[in-house]
T-cell receptor
């Protein structure tokens, strides 16, 4: 069964550095999402992306964050000038359609900012 | 690897009735957390209820309660007095420093 894959599974970076988290959504999916889970806390929506532009974003998704679909397969989340509080699990998800289509999650990237 | 299985892609309930959404998981760990999240069409994730595996008492949150069977690795969600606003996608999730989601169950509430 097709899967959403995320790389790396664990990334460690120093405060102030930029990181790029990578996701390969399921190939025929058109809608892409990023979620975040700070350790021990609930999962939070960050952003949705469709047709090469952001559809929705949460308050968390400020200027420090950006998303891109640089080619036909990858969907990336860039975090500029990382802060300690950016340490979290970041989940990518994709769906074939909007709203009523099943959402498929990747296994997440654990980001640790030191 | 931990896996989470939601065997019901879709469920339907009459308004004011009770519905149970199923979730099973596979783990060799003894201490972990289980969650039910509600996802409306906006794709936000709303935490419905959380259960700590070392607690035998089933978690409840107003009309939402769980039936946690640790030995059976089962974690079902019961929604009582269903309301139209309960209609959404529901995800079961397992977390032991490595969160895993089920495939989701779409709940429809009929007036």
């Amino acid at each position: 069964e097709p899967e959403v894959t995320q790389t790396p599974s664990h990334q460690v970076t120093q405060m102030g550095q930029e990181v790029i988290l990578r996701c390969v959504p399921i190939s025929n999916h058109l809608y892409f999402y990023w979620y975040r889970q700070i350790l021990g806390q609930k999962v939070e929506f960050l952003v949705s992306f469709y047709n090469n532009e952001i559809s929705e974003k949460s308050e968390i998704f400020d200027d420090q964050f950006s998303v891109e679909r640089p080619d036909g397969s990858n969907f990336t989340l860039k975090i500029r000038s990382t802060k300690l509080e950016d340490s979290a699990m970041y989940f990518c998800a994709s769906s074939e359609g909007d709203r009523n289509s099943p959402l498929h999650f990747g296994n997440g990237t654990r980001l640790t900012v030191t | 690897a931990q896996t989470v299985t939601q065997s019901q892609p879709e469920m339907s309930v009459q308004e004011a009735e009770t519905v149970t959404l199923s979730c099973t998981y596979d783990t060799s760990e003894s201490d972990y957390y289980l969650f039910w999240y509600k996802q409306p069409p906006s794709r936000q994730m709303i935490l419905v209820i959380r259960q700590e595996a070392y607690k035998q008492q089933n978690a409840t949150e107003n009309r939402f309660s769980v039936n946690f069977q640790k030995a059976a690795k089962s974690f079902s969600l019961k929604i009582s007095d269903s309301q139209l606003g309960d209609a959404a996608m529901y995800f079961c999730a397992y977390d032991n420093n490595d969160m895993r989601f089920g495939a989701g169950t779409r709940l429809t509430v009929k007036p």
